[in-house]
């Protein structure tokens, strides 16, 4: 399978508690991005890669969020402390030329 | 502001006829679009991009039609089948910020009756 793979698909955890997520974009891509979607709404952007370097970061990627990208390869998302509010769908994408192509996704519960 | 947006939230079609999704969009810089075709617990699936040089663009079984005066953007799919059950977002791309900025629509849930 070529296509971008995120693990895990499911993860349940407690309030307060630290999950990591990650991402493997397909291979040639240099661009990385990350999402966050809640039930009925379109993905809202998180933050970029390209390559190593961490482009850009949204309003909504607070101070508990954090993401690497360390060798221009695979990605990881984490959330510390984790809160209700955090559940969500986060969703990975990465793209070559023109069009960004997404992964599965991770979905978050926190209770 | 950034906003791309549908007109419709829901569509039921039946089988065997043609769906049409729209979606708005607020953006004149936005150079192109993509819709994409979301199934429960999937992440979201491209389906057909266009460019704002081109009014429309076929596919297999869809044609993305692209009015830039009026800012409003839609899917045709032909033939509608019930795997084409999903929500369809539009998605609104321009180059002009730091990262190739994607905003997607809330999205329009395509139910196809047996």
């Known amino acids: 399978d070529t296509g971008v793979s995120q693990n895990p698909r499911h993860k349940i955890t407690k309030r307060g508690q630290n999950v990591t997520f990650r991402c493997d974009p397909i291979s040639e891509h240099n661009r990385l991005y990350w999402y966050r979607q809640t039930l009925g709404q379109g993905p809202e952007f998180l933050t970029y890669?390209?390559?190593?370097?961490?482009?850009?970061k949204s309003r909504l990627l607070s101070d508990r969020f954090s993401a690497e990208r360390p060798k221009g390869s695979f990605s990881t998302l984490e959330i510390q402390r984790t809160e209700q509010g955090d559940s969500a769908m986060y969703l990975c994408?990465?793209?070559?030329?023109?069009?960004?192509?997404f992964g599965p996704g991770t979905r978050l519960l926190v209770l | 502001g950034e906003n791309v947006g549908l007109h419709l939230p829901t569509l039921s079609v039946q089988e065997g006829d043609n769906s049409i999704i729209n979606c708005a969009y607020s953006?004149?810089?936005?150079?192109?679009f993509i819709w994409y075709k979301q199934e429960s617990g999937k992440g979201p699936q491209f389906i057909i991009d266009?460019?704002?040089?081109?009014d429309k663009r076929q596919g297999q079984r869809v044609t993305v039609l692209l009015n830039k005066t009026v800012k409003h953007l839609s899917l045709q799919i032909a033939a509608t089948q019930p795997g084409d059950s999903a929500v369809y977002f539009c998605?609104?791309?321009?180059?002009?910020?730091?990262?190739?900025?994607?905003?997607f629509g809330p999205g329009t849930s395509l139910s196809v009756i047996p």
């Open positions: 953006n004149s810089a936005s150079d192109y």
């Open positions: 266009i460019r704002s040089n081109m």
């Open positions: 890669f390209q390559n190593e370097a961490q482009l850009e």
């Open positions: 994408a990465s793209k070559g030329y023109e069009t960004q192509y």
């Open positions: 998605a609104e791309n321009w180059a002009e910020t730091s990262y190739d900025k994607v905003i």
